[in-house]
């Protein structure tokens, strides 16, 4: 078990997968200051999920148990003080507990995940499944999406793509985050853009 030390961003809402790439535009001042400590040390934060429920003694909310690990691949430093990231997953990880800092920004310590043993491929009805699902959930939407790049993309890179784009809510987003295996978070995806696809009385889609 390969234990470490993370300064997490619980951003409800923002997923992150390994081998994917996030934009953040950093602005608080707490969250500013966990930039800078990264970039003097490791470049690495842990992108984790709060969950709902009662907060921590310190007014904090609970936190999900898996996250991923981000390396800051780009950064821009604006005269305001504030930062625009742009973090590259690197691996999942269980979160095995919250750690008493001084820091503002919260800090755990976290066991990583291994990757998966070889490439993900999902089978052709998955996957055509799942785009034509994306397209349906597009257009009710009004998304405008290149299609022709879309159908370039590998099978991991289009599943955990949407998954990190998706406006689902935090529960949906980290059961997808927790799916264990690809061909699970594909129909996951499938069957949320179903639900979130629908539309309400009113005539438009019904998202949290």
């Excluded at 590998?154 to 949906?172: H, S, T």
Aim: glycine share 6%; with cysteine; proline share 7%.
């Amino acid at each position: 078990m390969t234990v470490t030390r993370l300064s997490v961003f619980p951003l409800p809402g923002a997923l992150l997968f390994p081998g994917m790439h996030l934009p953040l535009h950093i602005f608080e001042p707490r969250y500013r200051a966990m930039v800078s400590d990264a970039m003097a040390r490791d470049r690495r934060i842990g992108m984790i999920q709060p969950r709902p429920g009662p907060e921590h003694d310190r007014g904090e909310p609970p936190l999900f148990e898996i996250g991923c690990v981000g390396r800051i691949a780009e950064v821009e430093a604006l005269d305001d003080g504030c930062y625009n990231l742009v973090l590259e997953g690197v691996a999942l990880f269980r979160l095995l507990n919250e750690l008493d800092v001084t820091t503002a920004f919260r800090q755990i310590e976290a066991e990583l995940l291994p990757p998966a043993e070889h490439d993900p491929v999902l089978a052709l009805g998955r996957r055509a499944a799942l785009e034509l699902e994306s397209r349906r959930f597009a257009d009710a939407q009004g998304y405008a999406v290149d299609w022709s790049a879309v159908s370039r993309l590998d099978d991991e890179a289009l599943v955990n793509g949407i998954a990190q784009i998706a406006p689902f809510d935090v529960a949906a987003k980290q059961a997808l985050l927790e799916s264990p295996s690809l061909d699970d978070r594909a129909d996951l995806l499938v069957q949320l853009m179903q639900f979130f696809g629908r539309h309400d009385g009113e005539d438009r889609v019904t998202l949290q």
